[in-house]
């Protein structure tokens, strides 16, 4: 690889400063050592191969780094504004920054494609060093607790979960707090929204790299030497790998996103965070007597089933991914069960069965002779090694789907694990039942045989359109094939709940629900689907309510639906429960972040007393996303700040993109987030939360409807001004975005998108992200501020008032990420000055608020891990966006004169940036 320019002399001494900036750092120790060991070692890696593309990448770390110094506790922008607000023209980090441009402006496209890889390698690098650190800190956390043997005693700091619940003790009584517990769901929806960037070939070296760091605290000498020498080869390999996939997934193909976290960590470690609550609550006792810990997660899945708007998603689809799930989740059970019930060598001497196992036995005799003389040869003397062999082989018959022997549900292979767990706590062997076969008790309660619970969603008008045409054509007519597939959507829906329990698949949600009609479309097309009518499956129809109006007319709705046979007969069959889902991605780019985040607050108000005027036992599933302009954020702080009653011992949420592998990726990390959202959904009955809660709510409810009437002007005003569509398009790399192969589903929802409006959320996000502006989590919140003008009350609010303590903290999150600079590039791409003024000012309005109520002189200031994260990266982050925005000024302003095999090149090199900083802001949509 050759090119015109060089600067090695400069790069040399660059590149070296930056190590030592990262090992000077104010950041942990382990951390900082990381992040020195990976920049060495990918040094090392662009030195072989290509001395020139090392150089270049030196000297842009030296540019970059010099662009954001500044004294310590200043960010990345606060050096380069001056007093009103405006980028300075002068100063070192103003020049460094010039610098940088023009080295990127200067380079050839191989050269600059190969830099945006390695940039892209070193946020990857960099995630995995912070991933490492939060994991040794929760062990060393873990190493300084000291469990005392005896039950009862104060909750394990360590453990959020059984903070609260001794905390709910002294607040209720055990009683009432054990009954809580019991009634505990943290119920995680994983979705296939197309949010997380990165292909799976990347993810696969990123695990193996992970692994290799793990592993090195424990090494020295040559075997120190040859994990780095795997570490250089791993690196090598992804520097070389294309960030952006060949193609996009199919949805059968994104099933395996679940399965791939099913394996890594959800299988065995929600296990033990149940283990891990008994073991602090009945100390020497754990393990050997019944458990107190429900089976309280239970995940469930859009994936191969949500079809708003995905036409890739058909019945089909559907029917194959639930066998996918199911075939993968029975032979885990089979798996286990086998070497469960192989370490079961007690003999029957010592440890007699009970009379009730030896019925067990006698019945797996009746059904295959075969199995069972097999499973004595094995273990004659050992009957409960013998009955868990033929369970095992029953699981196998059961994905064989085997007649005679395989298991009709998971119900049934639950009852038989009971008999073994009741039989040897009989004979004495406690440990046995309440340790291992515990463990896969739990499993079974946890998981099912249907791996997630599969929940089927469309688009309201669409069932409307389909009913239209069974009423003209009739239901055996000439059907428009989106009818007939509707319809098929249903069998599928019915097949799935036949073949693997209610359980599996029973919730169908309406995306904009506008009225009682909607909800009573899918019961009359449910209906309409089978010829008989006790083929028609059990259904709960599930009410999204999306945007502003929607929001606003919910308790109308729900009242017409009260009214729908469908509705009353679950109702009557399932003791009033019923779901509602709230929906924070349309509500957010339709209403603005401050007035949705509000109106939502409000519609979970009116939605609890609805449901406490009509006894309904209620709820709600949170549809939020990983960026803050979608709902995102901690979930265990939003949970916190629910209205009171609208958690109701069950928090329900959407998990999507890059959120599922920050969250459940790693099982320390895993294990962490489900005690802290199930301590969360615990807390929120707390009489102080409640009352907190409500109070405060009150107490600011006049200042919050000021803010949401000043912060939805202001955010119609700018999506109302004239060709606002086309702007956006042209300064963020919204088309570019919907050409990433990151998701099956496409941009637009397919029913004649024409304009904003029809947009989906994520590429509206995204856009805003990838332009360092991140316009839709914060914008009009400045302008509102301002009108309200009363920098007391807002501080009052933000110390007192949980709601809006977390929306602002969010806010000053997503402003963490923006840079100015940055911002004022892309801003420049479209001939609109107006729009780029009205942008540029509300961001600093907005910045300037949000820093006074928190009373930080620069974002973050006070979260000092979050506030070191997003500091020690942005500087790494703006030499992709340069390099983007780059890119997207010579398509823009170039367009007639490329060649279309330049811009190929060119849209290569944009989506290559496009997936290194969303690794480097760790958030796209």
């Known amino acids: 690889m050759r090119s015109s320019y060089n600067g090695q002399a400069l790069a040399?001494?660059?590149?070296?400063?930056?190590?030592?900036?990262?090992?000077?750092?104010?950041?942990?120790?382990?951390?900082?050592?990381?992040?020195?060991?990976?920049?060495?070692?990918?040094?090392?890696?662009?030195?072989?191969?290509?001395?020139?593309?090392?150089s270049l990448f030196d000297e842009l770390l030296a540019c970059v780094v010099t662009a954001?110094?500044?004294?310590?506790?200043?960010?990345?922008?606060?050096?380069?504004?001056?007093?009103?607000?405006?980028?300075?023209?002068?100063?070192?980090?103003?020049?460094?920054?010039r610098d940088a441009v023009a080295l990127i402006d200067r380079l050839d496209i191989d050269h600059a494609q190969v830099l945006v890889r390695a940039f892209t390698s070193f946020f990857h690098l960099a995630n995995l060093s912070e991933e490492n650190y939060r994991v040794q800190s929760l062990r060393e956390r873990e190493g300084g607790v000291v469990l005392d043997a005896v039950a009862g005693t104060p909750a394990d700091p360590a453990n959020e979960l059984t903070v609260a619940f001794h905390q709910l003790v002294d607040e209720v009584g055990r009683e009432h707090a054990v009954e809580l517990l019991n009634r505990l769901e943290f119920h995680p929806v994983f979705t296939a929204h197309p949010t997380e960037a990165r292909r799976k070939?990347?993810?696969?070296?990123?695990?193996?790299?992970?692994?290799?760091?793990?592993?090195?605290?424990?090494?020295?000498?040559?075997?120190?030497?040859?994990?780095?020498?795997?570490?250089?080869?791993?690196?090598?390999?992804?520097?070389?790998?294309?960030?952006?996939?060949?193609?996009?997934?199919?949805?059968?193909?994104?099933?395996?996103?679940?399965i791939d976290i099913f394996d890594n960590t959800l299988f065995d470690t929600i296990p033990e965070v149940y283990r891990r609550f008994d073991d602090w609550m009945l100390g020497e006792r754990a393990g050997t007597v019944p458990p107190l810990c429900p089976a309280f997660f239970h995940p469930g899945s859009w994936i191969g089933t949500d079809r708003d708007g995905n036409p890739n998603v058909t019945a089909k689809v559907s029917r194959e991914v639930a066998h996918k799930?199911?075939?993968?989740?029975?032979?885990?059970?089979?798996?286990?069960?086998?070497?469960?019930?192989?370490?079961?060598?007690?003999?029957?001497?010592?440890?007699?069965?009970?009379?009730?196992?030896?019925?067990?036995?006698?019945?797996?005799?009746?059904l295959s002779e075969i199995l069972t003389e097999r499973a004595m040869g094995i273990s004659a003397s050992e009957m409960h090694r013998a009955v868990m062999i033929v369970m095992a082989e029953r699981l196998n018959a059961t994905v064989r789907r085997v007649a005679d022997t395989m298991y009709r549900n998971a119900d049934e292979f639950l009852e038989d694990l009971?008999?073994?767990?009741?039989?040897?706590?009989?004979?004495?062997?406690?440990?046995?039942?309440?340790g291992p076969v515990q463990t896969i008790i739990w499993q079974v309660e946890t998981f099912g045989f249907h791996m997630v619970e599969t929940e089927f969603r469309q688009h309201s008008v669409v069932h409307s359109r389909a009913l239209a045409d069974i009423r003209e054509h009739g239901r055996q007519g000439k059907l428009d094939p989106m009818t007939r597939e509707v319809l098929d959507t249903f069998r599928a829906l019915g097949m799935i709940q036949r073949r693997f329990g209610l359980k599996a698949a029973r919730r169908y949600i309406i995306s904009f629900t506008k009225s009682a009609q909607n909800v009573a479309d899918v019961y009359e097309l449910a209906n309409l689907a089978f010829a008989h009518v006790e083929d028609v499956p059990v259904i709960d129809v599930v009410p999204l309510f999306e945007q502003l109006e929607d929001l606003e007319n919910c308790v109308d709705v729900l009242d017409g639906m009260l009214e729908v046979p469908g509705v009353q007969k679950r109702l009557a069959e399932t003791g009033r429960k019923l779901e509602i889902m709230l929906g924070y991605s349309d509500s957010s780019k339709d209403a603005g972040p401050t007035t949705a985040t509000l109106a939502l607050h409000a519609a979970e108000e009116r939605i609890v007393a609805w449901a406490e005027r009509n006894d309904i036992d209620l709820t709600l599933m949170h549809g939020r996303g990983g960026a803050v302009g979608r709902g995102g954020g901690p979930a265990n702080r939003a949970v916190l700040a629910?209205?009171?009653?609208?958690?109701?011992?069950?928090?329900?949420?959407?998990?999507?993109?890059?959120?599922?592998f920050a969250r459940y990726g790693n099982q320390a990390l895993a294990e962490r987030h489900v005690e802290s959202v199930a301590a969360a959904t615990l807390l929120t009955s707390a009489p102080s939360v409640e009352r907190t809660n409500t109070e405060m709510t009150e107490k600011y409810a006049a200042m919050a409807s000021t803010l949401s009437r000043a912060s939805h002007d202001a955010f119609l005003d700018l999506l109302h001004t004239d060709d606002f569509t086309p702007w956006f398009s042209t300064v963020t790399p919204l088309t570019e975005i919907g050409l990433l192969p990151i998701g099956s589903r496409p941009a637009k929802r397919g029913l004649g998108a024409k304009s904003l409006d029809d947009l989906r959320t994520i590429p509206w996000v995204f856009s805003w992200s990838q332009a360092r502006i991140n316009l839709a989590a914060w914008y009009g919140l400045g302008s509102a501020?301002?009108?309200?003008?009363?920098?007391?009350?807002?501080?009052?609010?933000?110390?007192?008032?949980?709601?809006?303590?977390?929306?602002?903290?969010?806010?000053e999150m997503s402003i963490a990420k923006t840079d100015l600079r940055i911002a004022k590039l892309y801003l420049a791409l479209g001939d609109r000055p107006d729009l780029s003024e009205k942008v540029y000012r509300e961001m600093l309005l907005?910045?300037?608020?949000?820093?006074?109520?928190?009373?930080?002189?620069?974002?973050?200031?006070?979260?000092?891990?979050?506030?070191?994260?997003?500091?020690?990266?942005?500087?790494?982050?703006?030499?992709?966006?340069?390099?983007?925005?780059r890119a997207l000024r010579t398509v823009r302003m170039q367009q007639d004169e490329l060649s279309e095999e330049a811009k190929a090149e060119y849209l290569s090199l944009i989506l290559a940036t496009v997936t290194g900083v969303s690794a480097g802001l760790q958030n796209t949509g």
Not at 643 to 659: A, D, H, I, M, Y
Not at 864 to 882: E, H, K, T, W
């Open 325 to 366: 799930y199911a075939t993968h989740m029975i032979g885990k059970l089979e798996d286990k069960c086998r070497r469960v019930g192989r370490n079961l060598t007690l003999e029957a001497r010592y440890t007699p069965p009970s009379e009730e196992l030896i019925n067990l036995w006698n019945h797996q005799v009746e």
């Open 785 to 811: 501020c301002e009108k309200l003008g009363d920098l007391d009350l807002l501080r009052r609010a933000y110390k007192e008032w949980p709601l809006f303590t977390t929306f602002i903290d969010n806010i």
């Open 418 to 434: 009971r008999v073994v767990q009741r039989s040897l706590a009989e004979a004495g062997a406690v440990r046995a039942a309440y």
């Open 12 to 54: 040399k001494n660059g590149g070296g400063r930056v190590l030592s900036e990262i090992t000077e750092i104010d950041i942990p120790e382990s951390l900082r050592d990381h992040l020195a060991l990976f920049l060495r070692l990918e040094r090392k890696v662009l030195d072989e191969y290509d001395p020139q593309v090392r």
């Open 846 to 885: 907005t910045r300037r608020w949000t820093l006074a109520i928190v009373g930080d002189d620069w974002p973050l200031q006070h979260r000092r891990v979050l506030g070191r994260a997003v500091r020690v990266r942005n500087p790494y982050v703006d030499a992709l966006s340069i390099a983007q925005v």
């Open 642 to 660: 629910q209205p009171r009653g609208s958690v109701n011992s069950c928090f329900k949420l959407t998990e999507q993109g890059e959120v599922i």
């Open 201 to 258: 070939a990347v993810e696969g070296k990123i695990r193996r790299i992970a692994r290799l760091l793990e592993e090195r605290p424990l090494l020295g000498g040559t075997d120190l030497m040859e994990n780095e020498r795997h570490m250089l080869q791993e690196i090598d390999a992804l520097v070389r790998t294309s960030p952006v996939a060949l193609k996009k997934p199919t949805p059968v193909e994104e099933a395996d996103t679940i």
């Open 68 to 97: 954001n110094e500044g004294n310590p506790g200043t960010d990345a922008v606060s050096e380069a504004i001056d007093a009103e607000g405006i980028p300075s023209e002068s100063g070192a980090g103003a020049a460094a920054f």
